[in-house]
Structure formats: C-alpha cells, structure tokens
C-alpha cells in the first residue's frame, strides 16, 4: 500500500504557475507509475499527465501539452507537476494516483490507479 499527500495547490492569476506536489509513504514509491488527474465541479475527473516508475517515459493531456510537466524524485518519495501559463479552464482539484503498471494509454485511465490522495485545489481567475 501507498499513501498519497498532495500539496501546493492555491489561487493564483491566469498565466501564472505552481507547482504540485505529492509525497507518497508506504510501499517502495519507484514500484508505482504515478500521475495526476483533475476534476472541475459538474464535469468527470480527467488525466492530465503521468510518469513511469523510472521516469524514463511521460504522458501529458494534449490540454496541459506544452504548459505542464510531469517529474518525480524516487529519492524523496515525490511527484511534481510544474504548471505553467494556467488558464481559468484549468481550476479544477488536482489529485495524484498511483498504479503498479500502466503503459501508453492506459497511463491516462483513472479506473487503472489503485492509489489515490485527497486532492489539492487549483483556482485559476481571469
């Protein structure tokens, strides 16, 4: 098992950046590919990036594609996302999950991630 914290969420105004962490405890943290989803009020929780055990290979949301990033530290137990440029269509609670395996499109199904935190809020205002 894995426990899962995310943090650095926040409000800040559209084109500006944060950065999300989630440190995970438990389990050995490079035994899990890991990822980031979001969910905005009245809409499903949707994939926005993910990260191999190794991270050697990552996966972005053609959404988030060339404003966001996904990276891990296996040292410090951590995953980031770095956004930047935000938009107010990018408010939504950002959650960190963690799944044994994924590969290629299957990294981007929530239903495959058997780990998940409790989210951190992003507001993005015009």
């Known amino acids: 098992q894995v426990q899962l914290v995310e943090s650095g969420g926040g409000l800040v105004q559209a084109g500006g950046s944060l950065r999300l962490s989630c440190a995970a405890s438990g389990r050995t943290f490079s035994s899990y590919a890991m990822g980031w989803f979001r969910q905005a009020p009245g809409k499903e929780r949707e994939f926005v990036a993910a990260i ?6 990552i996966y972005l949301s053609e959404y988030v594609k060339g404003r966001f990033t996904i990276s891990r530290d296996n040292a410090k137990n951590t995953v980031y996302l770095q956004m930047n440029s935000l ?3 990018d408010t939504a609670v950002y959650y960190c999950a963690a799944v044994d395996y994924c590969i290629g499109y299957g990294c981007y199904e929530a239903k495959r991630y058997n780990y ?11």
């Open 116 to 126: 998940w935190g409790q989210g951190t809020q992003v507001t993005v205002s015009s």
């Open 87 to 89: 938009k107010p269509e």
């Open 52 to 57: 191999y055990r190794s991270g050697g290979s």
